[in-house]
T-cell receptor, first 113, second 115 residues
């Protein structure tokens, strides 16, 4: 079975500061890793995903994530956040051929002016 | 708009009533997923379809829940004899192809409130 733990429920940060949202996963098999963002009153949107190859993955809106197999982590980073990045962020894994996603609890990113 | 749509967006019902939600996926997507999201939690998998076949159901899906996808197009999720614990956001997602690494496209969700 797979599980995902997002280590911070809320991350407050000032505009233009860097941010890291932490994600750890547990799985006995190889997994695919995803970060989704959920803006208020909108559906989840894919930010980026890791399948294989380079451990540094670049996504939309200037976000990137690094896969670390030894630490079973997939932390999301952005060097300079904007007010518009305020949203809920979810880390997820998919391991079986069903494609079902196992999500973490979510991290609320609050960008302050 | 060719994204995933869900109807209704909000539903308020009394305990014991039946409710039905609809999801219209992106037209060429053969896989359709249902998730449930409660306040402060991430979405939890409920069930999924490959075309019209329902291939997996979570243990979260009690016998009061039923889902269909006739003709492999839209899908419905019905909850019978609703309970207050059913209050949640119900999310639908669709995916093209059968690979676990493909992107799932999510609808805006249906928020259910059971009084």
């Amino acid at each position: 079975a797979q599980s995902v733990t997002q280590l911070d429920s809320q991350v407050p940060v000032f505009e233009e500061a860097p941010v890291e949202l932490r994600c750890n996963y547990s799985s006995s098999v190889s997994v695919y890793l995803f970060w989704y963002v959920q803006y208020p009153n909108q559906g989840l949107q894919l930010l980026l995903k890791y399948l294989s190859g380079s451990t540094l993955v670049k996504g939309i809106n200037g976000f990137e994530a690094e896969f670390n197999k030894s630490q079973t982590s997939f932390h999301l980073r952005k060097p300079s956040v904007h007010i518009s990045d305020t949203a809920e962020y979810f880390c997820a894994v998919s391991a079986s051929n069903t494609g079902k996603l196992i999500f973490g609890q979510g991290t609320t990113l609050q960008v302050k002016p | 708009d060719t994204g995933v749509s869900q109807d209704p967006r909000h539903k308020i019902t009394k305990r014991g009533q039946n409710v039905t939600f609809r999801c219209d996926p992106i037209s060429e997507h053969n896989r359709l997923y249902w998730y449930r999201q409660t306040l402060g939690q991430g979405p939890e998998f409920l069930t999924y379809f490959q075309n019209e076949a329902q291939l997996e159901k979570s243990r979260l899906l009690s016998d009061r829940f039923s889902a269909e996808r006739p003709k492999g197009s839209f899908s419905t999720l019905e909850i019978q004899r609703t309970e207050q614990g059913d209050s949640a956001m119900y999310l639908c997602a669709s995916m093209e192809g059968g690979f676990a690494y493909n992107e799932q496209f999510f609808g805006p969700g249906t928020r259910l409130t059971v009084l």
